[in-house]
């Protein structure tokens, strides 16, 4: 499979005052594109700091990010917005949904900052991506009207709109339980089966079986990387 | 790149932001509401004042030049052999007045009190020996009949016509039309009647306050012939004389006030009558020569200087109403500063949160614009109504008007000032608003 991310020698180095905490210590890794990966480590061992770089939020202090073939790790502001908004989803822990908006125009959100018109196509679009998720009922409500498992899902349909390269999940299931959680990963499973690659951090190893690969992180440096064994979904809920 | 429909979103995502905190919002553009409507509501007082005061120089004849005869305060009686004082105007001023080129019209008046009697009542008024060009001069309106004609003038007719008053007091429940009123010995024919009139406005030069409504109108020849050049004047049991050719004269300038040189014009007549006068009078200054352009100009400075010092009220309170609202934006920013990190994540760039910020400002201030006007408006409608309710309900405000006239300009600059306000002052924090770092941003609560 050919790599969709790479990066090389990745080192972050943050400046709290006189201190310099080093969150990444040289980090090698390769990202399938069809993968479905889990980043584990204790708090502390650099795992979010990566999903930020990956996610070109942040920038390394030093090392190489290549994204698809464009070396996104030296971008300025305005490029690193566009690689965001052209090529990588989001789904965050705590959901992170506009208050003002709907359900559907949450979902239309990305397609606003890529600059293409937003017509009754694009609102179509979006409208399929909520019945996909099984909201198609309650594309008029407000995110305050619906559950945390709902809200989730909607942010996997707004993570989906723009056709990203890459899902990047940041504790998806952190605030949710068991029986939703369960239902999250089945979907972001199905997504990883139909060809969409998925990053995704999480401290829970139930949750991290879902993936086909795990990367364990510790101090800022690669602890570990295996491959999980094929289980079906169905062994995976029970 | 801005495209309509990301405009568009701005938009409605603005108000809706907007509605989310309603009260802070109207709050927040309190400032710019009261500036507008500050700004509406001064300037059209003080046009409607102002135009009441052009009004009123217009009624005396704006491009009229008024010379009267004045008692000179030196001239007594004790020491002269008669009692009669003689001074003002002459009949030879006047023929040299009729020489300068651009005076289209002149009306020699005399002016005196005398009783009017009809059966067994008297009336206290004021006898005016004029002739016919006083009409026309002074725009005067008749309520009935006509004016004296120069037929009237020229074979001493003895008519007359009734002041509102005189009319009122002597005939009050039969035309007056036809019937005769008795002056000094002498029965005079009413041939019209005036329609109530305004009194001139006694400010400036030395033009006192004039009331109309109590003069009886004759015919200047007849005036000379019945009553001779010395006229005696008893008031509350003594006697005044006076010897008094012509007591004013008026004259029109054949030009306009709208241009300047049409004031030029006027101004230049005024200055050669004055020479001709300081020639015939020599040292004795018993003339005085009011020209109410004087006024106009007077009131029209006024105004400019009031309407200077309303936009400097306007301004600040517009300064402050929009420090009000960049206020309010710096919290806003600060509270939706999550809001702002998920739009950076989601791929929303600098300026998109800059125009975001932006837009909400200015939709922020325009709405408080647009509203300022519109109670601007209505109190311009509604004030007058209501002064006149509290004249009416309370023993207040009595004969307080307030003239106004709406204009366009100022609506038009309070709208737009408002719209440059919310950019102003809604700059910087949208400035700020993108500065924030989008991982701190979402890590906020």
Redesign the interface.
């Known amino acids: 499979m050919a790599a969709i991310a790479r990066v090389i020698d990745l080192v972050k180095i943050y400046n709290m005052g006189a201190v310099r905490v080093p969150a990444l210590n040289g980090v090698t890794l390769a990202f399938d594109e069809g993968d479905f990966i889990a980043l584990m480590g204790p708090s502390g061992s650099g795992k979010s700091t990566l999903l930020?770089v990956l996610?070109c939020?942040?920038r390394p202090t030093s090392g190489e990010y290549w994204l698809g073939d464009e070396e996104v790790a030296r971008m300025g502001?305005?490029s690193l917005?566009?690689i965001?908004?052209?090529y990588l989803g989001?789904i965050?822990q705590s959901y992170?949904?506009?208050?003002?908006y709907t359900v559907v125009e949450n979902i239309e959100?990305?397609l606003?900052?890529?600059?293409i018109?937003?017509t009754a196509e694009t609102r179509r679009r979006c409208i399929q991506y909520a019945e996909m998720v099984g909201l198609g009922e309650r594309l008029d409500h407000r995110p305050n009207q619906l559950s945390g498992g709902q809200q989730q899902r909607v942010a996997i349909a707004?993570s989906l709109v723009?056709d990203p390269h890459v899902i990047l999940a940041d504790e998806p299931t952190g605030n949710l339980d068991s029986r939703t959680s369960v239902e999250i990963m089945q979907m972001l499973r199905r997504l990883n089966e139909s060809g969409k690659t998925i990053i995704m951090v999480t401290h829970e190893n139930d949750i991290a079986q879902w993936a086909r690969r795990v990367i364990r992180l510790r101090d800022g440096q690669v602890e570990s990387d295996v491959r999980n064994e094929q289980r079906t979904m169905v062994e995976l809920a029970s | 790149?801005l495209?309509f429909?990301?405009l568009h979103?701005s938009l409605i995502?603005a108000v809706?932001?907007l509605w989310?905190h309603k009260l802070r919002s109207a709050l927040s553009v309190l400032g710019i509401i009261i500036g507008n409507v500050a700004v509406i509501t001064l300037l059209a007082f003080g046009e409607g004042s102002k135009q009441d005061a052009l009004e009123d120089i217009r009624r005396t004849g704006a491009t009229n030049i008024i010379v009267r005869s004045v008692k000179p305060p030196d001239v007594s009686t004790s020491g002269s052999r008669s009692f009669i004082v003689q001074y003002g105007l002459t009949h030879k001023d006047f023929d040299q007045f009729l020489t300068i080129p651009d005076i289209s019209r002149a009306v020699r008046m005399r002016v005196f009190p005398q009783d009017i009697y009809r059966l067994n009542k008297k009336f206290n008024g004021r006898l005016v020996g004029t002739t016919p060009d006083y009409a026309a001069i002074n725009k005067i309106d008749l309520a009935a009949g006509r004016f004296l004609t120069e037929h009237d003038d020229r074979y001493m007719e003895n008519v007359c016509v009734l002041g509102a008053e005189t009319a009122d007091y002597l005939f009050p429940f039969e035309d007056p039309v036809g019937q005769s009123v008795m002056i000094s010995q002498h029965f005079y024919r009413i041939v019209g009647v005036m329609k109530d009139r305004m009194p001139t406005g006694g400010t400036g030069g030395s033009l006192a306050a004039e009331e109309f409504n109590n003069d009886v109108y004759i015919p200047l020849q007849t005036c000379n012939v019945r009553f001779g050049q010395a006229v005696v004047i008893r008031s509350s049991g003594s006697f005044t004389g006076e010897n008094v050719q012509l007591h004013q004269v008026t004259m029109t300038v054949d030009a306009t006030v709208d241009t300047k040189a049409g004031r030029e014009k006027v101004r230049a007549a005024g200055n050669l009558i004055r020479e001709i006068l300081e020639r015939n009078h020599g040292l004795k200054k018993d003339f005085a020569v009011t020209v109410p352009l004087d006024r106009l100009e007077d009131a029209e400075r006024t105004q400019d200087r009031f309407t200077a010092l309303l936009f400097v009220i306007a301004g600040i309170s517009l300064a402050v109403g929009g420090i009000g609202i960049m206020n309010i934006m710096l919290a806003t920013v600060t509270e939706r500063t999550?809001?702002i990190?998920?739009?950076?994540?989601?791929?929303?760039?600098?300026r998109?949160i800059i125009m975001q910020f932006l837009i909400e400002a200015v939709v922020q201030t325009t709405i408080g614009g647009l509203i300022g006007v519109l109670i601007g408006i209505a109190a311009v409608y509604l004030f007058p109504p209501f002064v006149e309710w509290i004249s009416k309900y309370f023993d207040a405000l009595h004969g307080v008007k307030f003239p106004a006239q709406l204009l366009l300009w100022p609506i038009a600059v309070s709208l737009a000032v408002s719209v440059a306000v919310g950019v102003v002052f809604g700059l910087y924090p949208a400035w700020r608003a993108s500065r924030l770092d989008?991982?701190e941003a979402?890590r906020h609560e």
């Open positions: 930020n996610g939020l942040d502001d305005n917005s566009e965001r908004s052209k989001f965050f992170n949904l506009l208050q003002q959100v990305p606003l900052y890529q600059g018109r937003l707004r723009n | 790149m495209s429909a990301k979103r995502l809706r932001s989310l999550r809001e990190g998920i739009r950076r994540a989601l791929g929303a760039k600098r998109d989008p991982i979402l």
